[in-house]
């Protein structure tokens, strides 16, 4: 007589198994905010960020407004704290990032997307600056606009843009002034003062603005300055998600903006 032998999973291995489950559907909800890890270590040093933050509820949740840990070279967070994207503007956040360890180059207040990748850096400490500190680094921003216009304005236009764009008495090359507080007023639905009967931004139409053509592959022939080759030196690893952010923010404008 042949005997069967059936397999029932022990109550502890099985209780196990769905918590692990229920951990991994979790993750995927940006909603909370919550401390992914990678790589951790039991002494692993801690950073601290206070600031009183708004525009966070402007993004979407292809996105997120992080505290993140980032290796050299390296454009996914080894570790990551996200704000919720419903935080309310005005909203005084202390944001704790714990178990950074000693591979951990910088961390950074920045946009990141759903794969834990870096799109924008808002704010940034460097960590071998704190090699030897055991307390607590402090990270006290002051009051900042995180929207999807700050984070362009901090990220982008302050970073690559205003050397050209920003002098003169803030006029700047083409007539264009990209700096703090006159951007948006200077690009979209603007027409270019340069390119004859382009748009610089035509809202709710990022392959129809000129701002996209100028970053995209082949940009470099519209104008006499080479403006993908001024993206590409200021982002090096992150030169594509830096251009679907642009986009993204262009299609999501409306006329009346």
């Avoid at 402090?138 to 901090?154: E, I, K, N, T």
């Avoid at 603007?190 to 970053?215: C, D, F, I």
Wanted: aromatic share 6%; with cysteine.
């Amino acid at each position: 007589m042949t005997h069967r032998t059936s397999y029932i999973p022990h109550r502890t291995s099985l209780f196990a198994f769905v918590s692990l489950l229920a951990l991994l559907f979790a993750a995927c909800d940006s909603g909370d905010i919550e401390e992914q890890t990678l790589a951790t270590t039991d002494n692993g040093r801690t950073v601290k960020l206070t600031a009183v933050l708004s525009g966070i509820d402007s993004w979407d949740r292809k996105y997120s407004v992080s505290l993140a840990g980032f290796t050299a070279g390296d454009n996914y967070a080894q570790v990551v704290r996200a704000l919720p994207n419903t935080t309310a503007d005005g909203t005084a956040v202390e944001l704790v990032l714990s178990n950074i360890g000693n591979n951990i180059n910088t961390v950074e207040l920045a946009i990141t997307n759903r794969l834990r990748e870096r799109i924008i850096t808002l704010a940034s400490v460097n960590m071998e600056d704190f090699a030897e500190q055991k307390d607590t680094i402090r990270m006290d921003l002051g009051v900042m606009d995180v929207s999807r216009m700050g984070a362009l304005q901090f990220g982008l236009f302050d970073r690559a843009c205003i050397q050209c764009h920003g002098g003169n008495g803030g006029a700047g090359a083409a007539k264009l002034n990209l700096t703090a507080g006159h951007s948006f007023a200077n690009l979209v639905d603007v027409p270019s003062t340069r390119k004859e009967g382009a748009v610089r931004v035509v809202s709710g139409n990022s392959q129809a603005s000129l701002l996209h053509q100028l970053v995209s592959e082949g940009g470099e022939n519209l104008l006499h300055v080479n403006h993908t080759e001024i993206l590409s030196n200021q982002f090096r690893e992150n030169l594509n998600e830096v251009r679907q952010l642009i986009d993204d923010w262009i299609a999501d404008l409306k006329g009346d903006d």
